[in-house]
């Protein structure tokens, strides 16, 4: 579908974008996933074809951008970070317009506005200035803008970013239900909705890509222990010290204690340390009313991946 | 083909849902009127009054209305032109719409020539105005074809200058009131540089004689065609196009 060889971008001495290569598979959905800064606008700039690579090869189903950036971009659905919208037109006047730009045939023009208006739901808006319309009908127009001639690649620069959160569920649900038909790269640095969303994620820092793969398996890559949350009514201080004595467990902390329930969390290696923890809290009558393990988040992942530290205040 | 057609008809709408062109319609038609009036009644007391300083022929219309309305219309195209450029490519910059149209299977070329010759448009409605009033004493008196499809040649021509100047200076900012204060000035010096031939003489005089856009735009308002001012012209409209058009190229 989308192949990305050798991808680079300088700008004088910094280097945005640093020997980026990777493929997408048709009809997934493809997170972009890094910090603020890390280069994910730049990629998809060179992607797109709005900034000319310094170095590198972008091919969408074969047609290299360079050799043919026409034929290229008529294949590519692009949402930049900022909708690029022309507030003075109304919503039918500018997807036509786009429509026009994008070459879609005059006899499919009206359909192809109409599917993509009610695609995205904005049917009830359609003759409304684009400058009045709130911000998430706003986010909408950018999206049909984007799906109007139904290319095979989407493109979503921070889709959700700025919007409330019905709105970023919304939009969520609609770029998952493009996908299957469309084949879906989205940037975020919200690492959930990568998770939420994507089915595999590339995670890029500092312009150089860290890894590519899907979300559960990353989480498998970077999990060397359980991370263990225990409540339970009693002493939190005497189950904690009970706890760090059994073999296998790495680490136990207290990190609550309210109206009589303490909680803990407890780093442990395997299945079999977490039933002695069972069985050493119950036999001791620590009053145990639960015991979980934390799946790890993407921000874990993310930070382990990047060498970065884990901030004490997001740990807890 | 199809973008550039998309691209002008865009302009056309934007120009015509904000009240940017109909302020400089109404404006334009206004003050143009007024000089007209004023060049007309002027006119006609003279050749009431001062008929026999002239001879038999009595006052001409050519060199005593005409030209000199030419020249003002050429004026307020000066002052008015900028307000037509200064949003194209600025605002495009700060919506973020440059990244739609850098990234639309389009032509850097489509995108420069639709914006351009949306604000030809313009223009030519403009001068379509001009044209009524020039028409109306046309009507009544004798007015050679020739001369006046000369000075509406010059006009179309100098306005399509400024209009390919105006459009690259937009290029190069966010901001409006930049685009438009740039413009503008480059507007004026480009009237004034002959000033240049009043107190220097020499090499140095002589091209900014040449560059000045008063010293061609002479030849067109008394309705003589010269190869000389057309290739001005045409030049600047092209160097302002091409350099849009390079400029469209860089990132940003």
């Known amino acids: ?316 | 083909m199809t973008g550039m057609w998309a691209i002008i008809r865009k302009e056309w709408k934007s120009y015509f849902v904000t009240p940017a062109a109909y302020v400089v319609l109404a404006l334009f038609a206004v003050i143009a009127g007024f000089f007209f009036y004023s060049m007309l009644a002027m006119f006609v007391m003279q050749s009431l009054g001062g008929g026999g300083m002239f001879g038999r022929g009595g006052v001409d219309a050519q060199t005593m209305l005409l030209q000199p309305f030419f020249f003002d219309v050429a004026i307020l195209l000066l002052f008015l032109l900028p307000m037509v450029t200064m949003r194209s490519y600025a605002e495009e910059a700060r919506n973020g719409t440059l990244e739609l149209l850098k990234t639309a299977p389009v032509r850097r070329l489509e995108v420069v020539l639709g914006k351009f010759l949306a604000a030809f448009g313009l223009l030519v409605l403009l001068l379509v105005i001009t044209g009524l009033y020039v028409g109306l004493v046309a009507h009544y008196g004798k007015l050679g074809l020739k001369p006046v499809s000369a000075g509406f040649l010059g006009l179309a021509l100098l306005g399509a200058a400024f209009l390919a100047l105006g459009l690259f200076i937009s290029s190069l900012t966010r901001s409006q009131i930049v685009a438009a204060v740039g413009t503008f000035s480059l507007f004026l010096l480009l009237w004034v540089a002959d000033w240049v031939t009043s107190y220097g003489s020499g090499h140095i005089a002589e091209l900014f004689s040449y560059l000045s856009i008063t010293s061609h735009f002479r030849n067109f308002a008394q309705g003589v065609l010269d190869t000389k001012d057309l290739v001005y012209y045409l030049s600047l409209i092209v160097v302002g196009l091409f350099l849009t058009a390079r400029r469209m190229e860089l990132a940003e």
């Open chain 1, 1 to 316: 579908m989308l192949e990305v060889e050798h991808l680079t971008r300088r700008y004088g001495p910094m280097t945005a974008v640093d020997d980026i290569s990777f493929q997408t598979r048709s009809g997934e959905i493809l997170g972009f996933l890094g910090p603020n800064g890390a280069g994910k606008t730049t990629t998809m700039r060179m992607v797109t074809g709005y900034l000319p690579p310094t170095a590198g090869e972008v091919r969408i189903e074969g047609v290299g951008l360079r050799r043919d950036p026409l034929a290229a971009k008529r294949k590519i659905g692009y949402l930049p970070e900022l909708p690029p919208l022309y507030p003075e037109l109304t919503v039918r006047d500018y997807l036509r317009f786009v429509a026009r730009l994008r070459q879609v045939p005059a006899r499919e023009r009206n359909n192809a506005v109409e599917r993509a208006m009610e695609r995205c739901a904005l049917a009830d808006v359609r003759e409304r200035v684009i400058g009045r319309l709130s911000k998430g009908y706003r986010q909408r127009v950018g999206i049909a803008q984007a799906i109007l001639h139904n290319p095979r690649l989407l493109i979503f620069d921070e889709p959700t970013a700025g919007l409330d959160p019905r709105q970023i569920l919304e939009t969520r649900h609609l770029i998952r239900s493009l996908a299957g038909d469309h084949t879906v790269i989205l940037s975020t640095h919200i690492l959930s909705e990568a998770a939420n969303t994507c089915q595999r994620v590339i995670i890029i820092n500092r312009g150089k890509l860290v890894a590519v793969d899907s979300p559960e398996n990353l989480t498998r890559r970077v999990k060397q222990t359980e991370t263990l949350l225990i409540e339970l009514r009693g002493a939190g201080a005497a189950a904690q010290a009970a706890i760090a004595q059994l073999p296998g467990v790495s680490k136990a902390e207290l990190i609550g204690e309210q109206d009589g329930i303490s909680k803990l969390r407890v780093e442990s290696k395997d299945l079999s340390t977490r039933e002695a923890i069972a069985r050493a809290l119950v036999e001791g009558g620590y009053g145990l009313l639960e015991l979980k393990e934390v799946e790890l988040t993407l921000e874990e992942i993310f930070l382990s991946l990047t060498g970065s530290s884990l901030p004490a205040a997001a740990s807890a």
